[in-house]
């Protein structure tokens, strides 16, 4: 019953999309400080590789890349799985991360027909595409695409685990609120997200796998800063989340906060994480 064995990764197999930066990243440094092998999958090869050589982890684990992965292609998803099954056995974990901000207008105006034009002139049914295909869509196919990998970690075909085989789904605190916060598209995008966990956690049961989420508040990222420094990290003052007014702890997360909800939701249920 002790800490290091209820929450053991050591010695699993992971895939990452959207892995090289952000939340993806410190999750990867997360388990592979704690023994596990991570593929982290992206579009950009120098973010990806940048990210595994600046956090070769010193738990006994990996950091490995897989870049020019899409993750709105359901061909370079499979070449992905194709690419990792000639590598693997088998993987104890999948964690669906990749995701975009998409466009922003604040809604702002109390004249209606002022509202009309903020939200139409600076939306477009593109970019609402665009935000539903790579946040909610792409999650969906990136999970079918893996479950065979998954499921062959289950004992008796794979080696024993305390847990069964887990898909975690980054969603975020703004699909579960009622405020904008200017990003129309991005929320409801990531709403579908959560209820897409809901309806695969019920489906893929019956394969054995199981499927969480976690809805996190600010981190520092490159959605949330724009940028990242040669080590593929972004810088989020504290000043920077205080001027939004809505965050409890006035701050960002850290990443070790995310890494212990990685590790941890992959023994639990949904989960979010508030700032």
């Not at 289950?154 to 305390?162: A, D, T």
């Amino acid at each position: 019953m002790t800490a290091h064995k209820l929450f053991s990764v050591k010695g699993y197999v992971c895939v990452i999309t959207g892995g090289g930066t952000g939340i993806g990243l410190m999750a990867a440094q997360a388990l592979a400080a704690n023994g596990a092998k991570v593929y982290i999958t992206g579009r950009r090869a120098e973010a990806l590789e940048n990210a595994a050589q600046s956090h070769d982890p010193d738990g006994g684990g990996q950091i490995i890349p897989i870049p020019n992965v899409d993750v709105t292609s359901k061909e370079d998803l499979e070449r992905c799985y194709q690419e990792i099954k000639k590598r693997e056995k088998y993987i104890n974990l999948l964690m669906c991360n990749a995701g975009i901000p998409g466009p922003k207008a604040p809604p702002e105006q109390t004249d209606a027909q002022e509202l009309k034009d903020q939200l139409w002139n600076n939306e477009s049914v593109e970019d609402w595409q665009d935000t539903m295909k790579t946040d909610v869509t792409a999650v969906y196919f990136t999970t079918v695409a893996f479950l065979p990998l998954l499921q062959a970690a289950i004992s008796p075909k794979g080696p024993y685990q305390q847990f069964n085989p887990s898909v975690i789904v980054i969603s975020s605190m703004s699909g579960i609120m009622r405020h904008a916060q200017g990003h129309f598209a991005y929320n409801a995008a990531k709403g579908g997200t959560v209820h897409l966990t809901k309806l695969m956690s019920g489906e893929f049961q019956k394969a054995g796998i199981r499927v969480n989420s976690i809805a996190p508040g600010y981190f520092p990222s490159e959605m949330t800063t724009k940028d990242s420094d040669d080590r593929q990290k972004s810088d989020l003052p504290a000043e920077k989340v205080q001027e939004k007014g809505h965050v409890p702890l006035a701050r960002g997360g850290k990443e070790e906060e995310m890494g212990m909800a990685v590790v941890s939701n992959d023994c639990c249920g949904v989960m979010r994480l508030s700032y």
